[in-house]
């Protein structure tokens, strides 16, 4: 009987395993997931399970029971160790297991700071799985003091939570702008002048010289020389993707795993899909960390394993929760030249981002109606006129009939 095993639990990992057995996959399927508890939803952690709005049980992406239902065979807390890609096994808990085809959705991994610089000192977090918030979660108590390095998407996310509970947060980003790497300054300036209206204490520009303490960390020195108190950090520096296994196993990494248009990798009978993939993306090649895009990937990937014969094209599109503004982002900005502003209330903007004539991304911040009509002029490759989008009084709508 064919056996299509999956390494990798998360959200690309289940929708892959979930793709084959409803679309009519007859043979073996093993998920395999290093946390003790069934595939989850990651937005929320950083959002509204450290909140305590959530409970465990919401978080999960399918109960428990889906997975024997499905007749999927579904390995919690284990850890795979190698990838024979010749002989078609893998070795897992000292066990070894045949595969027919092999799915490697292994995700990605927070970027950590050293500990020549307090990196390993007690009450440093990172913000990636289930038991990094549960680590940190009893810290958020009113009046205690945060610091969070980094004001890329997940450091602003973790300041939003911390500031609705009363702590005293201090942020330090060391690029000129937070935001800088994804998004224009009209978007940075846009949640600076947000957090800031909650009490966060945003130095951009500055980078940290050291964590303070013995032991647990008590405090931060700065690039400026200044020193901050902190009981607990919160580092988001960025994320890589989890290619070790794969590359153990002499499987190609370009920027990820390196996979064609249909998710197949360097070797024979085995396929990847997710954060932990590049792959081909109008000409060039991409990683995208984002849902949408594990759960499309894998997705296709399932149905080529079924014979689908089908590529995979992208359609990046995003989201971040801060207090009550939703931003939902369409398409990719890189290599934009302007941007145009388009306000419609006092609660609502879109920043509309142009490669000359060519729209290329838009940045919606509770304006639902500008991201689901600029995310379908993008897919469908239409570029309107930019005076016509900046004008207020223009039906977006209407843009989708030219």
Known sequence: MRHVV????????????????????????????????????????????????????????????????????????????????????????????????????????????????????????????????????????????????????????????????????????????????????????????????????????????????????RGARLSDGAEVDADFVIVGVGIAPCTALAEVAGIEIDNGIKVDAQGRTSAPHVWAAGDCTSFPYRGGRIRLESVPNAIDQSECVAENIMGGNKDYVAKPWFWSDQYDVKLQIAGLNTGYDRVITRRTDADSVAFWYFRGSELLAVDAMNDPRGFMVGKRLIEAGKSPDAAVIENPETDLKSLLKL
């Open 6 to 217: 999956v390494i990798g639990a998360g959200q690309a990992g289940s929708s892959c395993v979930a793709k084959l057995r409803n679309g009519g996959f007859e043979g073996r399927v093993t998920l395999i997931g290093a946390e003790p508890v069934p595939p989850y939803q990651r937005p929320p952690l950083s959002k509204a399970y450290l909140m305590g709005d959530m409970a465990l049980e919401r978080l999960f992406l399918r109960p428990e029971a889906f997975y024997a239902e499905h007749d999927i065979d579904l390995m919690m807390g284990a850890h795979v160790d190698a990838i024979d890609t010749a002989a078609q096994r893998i070795s897992v808990q000292g066990k070894t297991v045949q595969y027919h085809d092999l799915v490697l959705t292994t995700g990605s991994e927070p970027r950590h700071l050293p500990a020549s610089i307090g990196g390993d000192l007690d009450g440093v977090h990172v913000v990636r799985d289930l038991a990094d918030v549960d680590a940190m979660a009893p810290s958020f108590v009113k009046d205690a003091k945060v610091l969070i390095v980094g004001g890329g998407y997940i450091g602003l996310e973790a300041a939003s939570v911390a500031a609705k509970l009363g702590l005293r947060v201090t942020l330090v980003e060391m690029a000129d702008r937070i935001l800088q790497r994804v998004a224009a300054p009209e978007t940075s300036d846009f949640f600076r002048n947000l957090h800031q209206e909650h009490g966060v204490d945003i130095r951009e520009g500055i980078g940290l010289e050291r964590l303070l303490g013995d032991g647990a960390v």
